[in-house]
């Protein structure tokens, strides 16, 4: 399994949204992605209000619960998960969906399927640590921190002091789809965030589309994340033979 660690870099993530395009597409999606080369992924539960989601990303959610996709279903799809896929994979959705499922039910679940952290974007830092760090830390579930251009240092050498995989930079405070545009703010962003040489890897994500974006973005973390870009190829009629050219598109 590849480790995502502080000495790792050019890493690709994928992220899709499970029960889309069809609700048994998960993981045929998931295998095929590793044997083209992601290095890791990130497998979305859909929710029927995605704040931070642009209209792509929410398309797909929208699809994926018509579909009939739950977390039930999910966990039971991904029972076969590590027969499959060997890469690092995270589940990333809303905290709504986990609460009613059951914070402890979902981190035993995810522990028993072989998910190596969860993103939760509305789930508050003091939350997780007040109430549920226990039980992710019990389970070896790692919880993942977004940082954003307007977090302050001392929040994200907190976030760097609990978390036990990676941090999760947004490229801008706009929502999911938003085209990368690497301009010296951003840049700014990036090395004043890459100058604080923390522990836990960066990874870069929102508005990562093609090669160009991508290795502007690895100039500066350990890895970046594609999101609606990939979303979109699963629309496409025979979108699982497309996967291998996509892949290398970006990584080249």
């Not at 070896?140 to 302050?152: A, E, M, R």
Request: charged letters at 25%; glycine letters at 6%; one cysteine or more.
């Amino acid at each position: 399994m590849i480790q995502l660690n502080k000495q790792a870099n050019g890493l690709l993530s994928i992220y899709f949204t499970a029960g889309y395009p069809s609700l048994d597409s998960t993981l045929d999606i998931a295998e095929a992605l590793e044997k083209a080369g992601a290095d890791f992924l990130e497998i979305g539960f859909p929710y029927s209000d995605p704040v931070a989601d642009g209209p792509t990303i929410q398309h797909s959610s929208e699809v994926a619960l018509k579909n009939g996709m739950t977390l039930k279903v999910l966990f039971e799809q991904l029972k076969d998960l590590r027969k499959r896929v060997s890469i690092p994979v995270y589940l990333m959705g809303y905290v709504n969906p986990v609460i009613q499922f059951g914070v402890e039910n979902f981190c035993k679940a995810c522990k028993e399927v072989g998910v190596n952290g969860t993103i939760i974007p509305d789930l508050p830092m003091y939350e997780y640590e007040e109430l549920y760090q226990g039980v992710f830390e019990e389970n070896n579930v790692s919880n993942v921190f977004l940082v954003t251009p307007q977090t302050s240092e001392d929040r994200i050498r907190k976030i760097d002091s609990l978390s036990t995989s990676i941090i999760y930079l947004l490229s801008s405070n706009a929502t999911t789809g938003t085209k990368l545009n690497v301009q010296e703010q951003s840049e700014t962003y990036f090395k004043r965030i890459k100058d604080m040489d923390l522990k836990n890897p960066i990874v870069i994500g929102f508005g990562i589309h093609n090669k160009d974006t991508f290795e502007k973005a690895t100039k500066y973390a350990n890895a970046a994340i594609i999101g609606t870009a990939f979303v979109k190829l699963l629309s496409e009629e025979d979108y699982l033979k497309k996967i291998p050219e996509f892949i290398s598109s970006i990584k080249g």
